[in-house]
């Protein structure tokens, strides 16, 4: 079943009713919006990417977080989205917005043990990234709780100052980096351009 950014965002507000700490629901929308500012001047350069696609994976990549923790969301929004019988292609963006490079060490808040689920693990490693899912993964970096826009050094430092810095953080900060000159080198000019209100937020 196809999830569009409307029936996306409905869920997430059927959610807020249910939610005694919104915040998670802010963020995503944000992440969502952003993803699809980035995707709407990617279309203008020729590149071929889904803006509603873009902006529903945004809305949903955090939904597992619906019971208030953080904690297994990965894999409980997975679940969450799979039950209400939507296609792998919006389930698969609770899996991988979390991890970049194909490696399930490559996150944020310390090293998880590849052995403790093993499906995640390798489909973290065969997946192949669209670039939708691409630009969840740079904007959850960008957005931190609230509706706002970071660039990725103040958001990096906001995740390590709150989770601590680990043995895996500088692989995951270089990776970070690679991410957003990837979507600059497409755009052609530095994608923060986007989003003047990044000037306030320093």
Known sequence: MKLSSKEAKELLEKERKNSNDDR???????????????AKALIKKGINVDIDKTVTLGYIHDIGKYNGESKGHVMRGYNYLKEKGYDEEYCNICLTHSYLNNDIICTAGGIPNSNFNLFLTDFIKNHEYTIEEKLINLCDLMCPQGNRVYTIDKRLIDIMIRRGAYSNTQYHIKETYKLKEYFDDLLGYNLYDLFPEIKDNL
Do not use: L, R
């Open 24 to 38: 998670w629901i802010n963020h995503c929308i944000c992440v969502g919006d952003s993803a699809g500012i980035i």
